[in-house]
Nanobody
Framework: QVRLAESGGGSVQAGQSLRLSCEAS????????VAWFRQARGKEREGVAR????????RVVDSVNGRFTISQDYSKNMVYLEMNNLEPGDSGMYYC?????????????????WGQGTHVTVSS
């Protein structure tokens, strides 16, 4: 069983940066799809970035392209989300999610394991 733990959230001003971390532990295979989702109050959870740990392949959604970067430290079972030039619309709870092997989609149903989340607040 894989367990995920997020950290790095906080409160910042618009234009500032944050780096979120996701630490995986437990029965981790050689490759997983790890994604970052976010959920604003009253809205559905949406995927913003994903990475395949075995290949390093990354994807980000258009709304954060150029501002958010997903990366990993494979040796430490860590996946990061670097968020730059933050906007108030980026506020919400950020979750790390994973599924074995490769990525198949961007919906919550496509992922098996979830962390508890870390909160991000961006004020104008």
């Amino acid at each position: 069983q894989v367990r995920l733990a997020e950290s790095g959230g906080g409160s910042v001003q618009a234009g500032q940066s944050l780096r979120l971390s996701c630490e995986a532990s437990g029965n981790i295979g050689n490759s997983n799809c790890v994604a970052w989702f976010r959920q604003a109050r009253g809205k559905e959870r949406e995927g913003v970035a994903r990475l395949v740990t075995g290949t390093g392949d990354t994807r980000v959604v258009d709304s954060v392209n150029g501002r958010f970067t997903i990366s990993q430290d494979y040796s430490k079972n860590m996946v990061y989300l670097e968020m730059n030039n933050l906007e108030p619309g980026d506020s919400g709870m950020y979750y790390c999610a994973a599924r074995p092997l490769w990525c198949v989609g961007w919906t919550t149903a496509d992922f098996e394991t979830w962390g508890q989340g870390t909160h991000v607040t961006v004020s104008s």
